[in-house]
Structures are given as structure tokens and as C-alpha cells.
């Protein structure tokens, strides 16, 4: 049997989101395209009109002073009327094409692990990324067996296992904080296996379940609003379970020995990570 685990802190309730990028690079290549789209010449106000008569010349004076303050030397009648006509169609085109951001890949799942071996042992583990897993583990020993999730600094996390002699049982490995290790105590052969959650048996609500020791049980859409559960258990020693939601874990039960009682199910509940030496049950009212 497992001992009660710390609350988490604030900063423990959620684990870490992958985030999308929010395309802030292809609209900056749009805004940079537009820009140099600003003014587009006509080619034809480039050509020279060869000397003709004075009234042609003296109708050319105005436009020509107004030109001349223009480097380019383009109409500027001719020019806003072209801009429009020549620019639109590729800066509407690129900037649907651009200000898109492509999707982010999907992070690959992580595989499972495990390990075995004897006595005393750190156990290094792979990076476990975005998924969530829980462990099974097995002892056969007569002396105690102790497990301890440990962070990359050496830290000791969650004391995961605490028993006397043989063992064999689910507990939680990463449901707030990743371990970089396990850290094992044991006078015996002991086993770990990594599992994703999403293989945990499931319990849908309809009717009772019933489990025996150490277990983990996803429960997820039982609990809608206001949902009576009651428990029982028949064991000698420490009976708690622990309904996951979104953020952090609530104590739904925590007593010795031989237990008989209802108490309410959260709502949202997603997991229960249940301790117990004995077989126990939970059926909805």
C-alpha cells in the first residue's frame, strides 16, 4: 500500500500544454509583401513625347511640375489607378497562402518501459513527454520495499511504494511532475513497468466495480454534477483513494481497515489512484 502523496502546490496542478505556433511569421512576410507593393509603375507613362505643338507643350506643363517632385517619373493619375489593379490580386493570393500557419506535428507517443532487478537500485528513466503513465510494480521479498519518484537534481518526488514483504500493485508515476528515476529499496526480486494511462481498466458507472490492492481506475464522464458513490473495502490496513480531475487530486475516502460508507464522487472526476491492502468496491447510488 501506497502512503497518502503531498498536494501539489499552485504551480503543480496543470500539466505542461504543447503550444501552437501563432503564425506571427507569416504575417510579418504579408505585411513586408504589401509594403513593396505600395506603388507599381505603368510602363507606358515612360515613354517620351517627341517635340510637338505649343498647345501639346503647354498642356504638359502642369503634369510635368507635378512629376518632378515623383523620382520615378511616373503619372500619378496612371499610378493610383494601376496600383490597385496590379497589386491586389497577389497580395490577396500570398497573404491567404502565408498568414496560414501550418498545424504543429504531433508529438510522438513515448514508449513504454521496464525494469526489473534486486535489492537496492536507482532506476534511470527515459523523458517521458506529454503522456501521462502509471506503474506497475511486483516485490517478492519478506524484508520492506520502497519506491521513490526523483527529480533530475536527485530530489526525492512521491514516495510511490511503502510495504513489507511480497507486493504487487498500480501507483502513479507522473500525474504531476516527471521523474527522471526510481529509486528502489527492497531484499528481494521486485519488477517496474511503465504504462500509459490510457490502458488503465476503466469504470463506466453502471454497475459496481470491484478491484484489490493498489489499483488505478479512469473514470472519466461517471462523475456528472452531483454523484453519490459508496465504497467498501475489507482489508486489515490503510484504505484512501484519490479522484483526479483537471487540476489536482481530492481525498475522497481515507480510513483503516474494514470500511462501509458513501461519500460524492467529484464532478469531473478523470482517474481514481485508490490504496488499499484488500479487495474494495465502488458503485454509484
Same mark, same amino acid.
Given at each position: 500500500m501506497s502512503p497518502i502523496p503531498s498536494f501539489p502546490t499552485t504551480a503543480q496542478r496543470s500539466r505542461t500544454l504543447r503550444l501552437l505556433g501563432s503564425g506571427a511569421t507569416g504575417a510579418l512576410a504579408t505585411l513586408m509583401l504589401l509594403s513593396g507593393c505600395g506603388t507599381v509603375t505603368d510602363p507606358s507613362t515612360d515613354v517620351q513625347e517627341p517635340a510637338g505643338s505649343s498647345e501639346v507643350a503647354a498642356a504638359d506643363v502642369e503634369p510635368a511640375e507635378e512629376s518632378s517632385s515623383d523620382p520615378t517619373?511616373?503619372?500619378? =493619375?496612371?499610378? &493610383?489607378?494601376?496600383?490597385?489593379?496590379? %497589386? %491586389? #490580386?497577389?497580395?490577396? $493570393?500570398?497573404?491567404?497562402?502565408? &498568414?496560414?500557419?501550418?498545424?504543429?506535428? %504531433?508529438? #510522438?507517443?513515448? =514508449?513504454a518501459q521496464s525494469f526489473s532487478g534486486t535489492?537496492? =537500485?536507482?532506476?534511470?528513466?527515459?523523458?517521458?513527454? =506529454?503522456?501521462?503513465?502509471?506503474?506497475?510494480?511486483?516485490?517478492?521479498?519478506?524484508?520492506?520495499?520502497?519506491?521513490? &519518484?526523483?527529480?533530475?537534481?536527485?530530489?526525492?518526488?512521491?514516495?510511490?511504494?511503502?510495504?513489507?514483504?511480497?507486493?504487487?500493485?498500480?501507483?502513479?508515476?507522473?500525474?504531476? #511532475?516527471?521523474? %527522471? $528515476?526510481?529509486?528502489?529499496?527492497?531484499?528481494?526480486?521486485w519488477t517496474i513497468e511503465l504504462v500509459h494511462l490510457g490502458e488503465a481498466p476503466r469504470w463506466d458507472g453502471d454497475s459496481a466495480y470491484e478491484g484489490s490492492g493498489d489499483s488505478i481506475v479512469i473514470v472519466d464522464g461517471v462523475a456528472d454534477g452531483l454523484t453519490p458513490v459508496t465504497l467498501t473495502h475489507d482489508g486489515e490496513s490503510n484504505f484512501a483513494i484519490w479522484a483526479w480531475g483537471e487540476s489536482y487530486p481530492d481525498l475522497i475516502v481515507n480510513d483503516i481497515g474494514a470500511y462501509d460508507g458513501t461519500t460524492l464522487l467529484p464532478d469531473g472526476s478523470m482517474v481514481l489512484q485508490v490504496d488499499a491492502d484488500g479487495t474494495w468496491t465502488i458503485a454509484k447510488d
Amino acid at each position: 500500500m501506497s502512503p497518502i502523496p503531498s498536494f501539489p502546490t499552485t504551480a503543480q496542478r496543470s500539466r505542461t500544454l504543447r503550444l501552437l505556433g501563432s503564425g506571427a511569421t507569416g504575417a510579418l512576410a504579408t505585411l513586408m509583401l504589401l509594403s513593396g507593393c505600395g506603388t507599381v509603375t505603368d510602363p507606358s507613362t515612360d515613354v517620351q513625347e517627341p517635340a510637338g505643338s505649343s498647345e501639346v507643350a503647354a498642356a504638359d506643363v502642369e503634369p510635368a511640375e507635378e512629376s518632378s517632385s515623383d523620382p520615378t517619373g511616373t503619372d500619378p =493619375e496612371a499610378a &493610383s489607378t494601376a496600383t490597385p489593379a496590379a %497589386a %491586389a #490580386e497577389p497580395a490577396e $493570393a500570398t497573404s491567404s497562402e502565408e &498568414s496560414t500557419p501550418e498545424p504543429a506535428p %504531433a508529438p #510522438e507517443p513515448v =514508449e513504454a518501459q521496464s525494469f526489473s532487478g534486486t535489492g537496492a =537500485e536507482v532506476v534511470m528513466l527515459e523523458p517521458l513527454g =506529454e503522456d501521462v503513465f502509471f506503474a506497475t510494480v511486483t516485490h517478492h521479498g519478506s524484508g520492506n520495499v520502497a519506491l521513490w &519518484s526523483v527529480d533530475e537534481n536527485g530530489q526525492d518526488l512521491d514516495l510511490m511504494v511503502n510495504e513489507i514483504g511480497s507486493y504487487e500493485g498500480q501507483v502513479a508515476l507522473n500525474f504531476r #511532475e516527471d521523474p %527522471a $528515476a526510481i529509486r528502489v529499496e527492497a531484499d528481494g526480486d521486485w519488477t517496474i513497468e511503465l504504462v500509459h494511462l490510457g490502458e488503465a481498466p476503466r469504470w463506466d458507472g453502471d454497475s459496481a466495480y470491484e478491484g484489490s490492492g493498489d489499483s488505478i481506475v479512469i473514470v472519466d464522464g461517471v462523475a456528472d454534477g452531483l454523484t453519490p458513490v459508496t465504497l467498501t473495502h475489507d482489508g486489515e490496513s490503510n484504505f484512501a483513494i484519490w479522484a483526479w480531475g483537471e487540476s489536482y487530486p481530492d481525498l475522497i475516502v481515507n480510513d483503516i481497515g474494514a470500511y462501509d460508507g458513501t461519500t460524492l464522487l467529484p464532478d469531473g472526476s478523470m482517474v481514481l489512484q485508490v490504496d488499499a491492502d484488500g479487495t474494495w468496491t465502488i458503485a454509484k447510488d
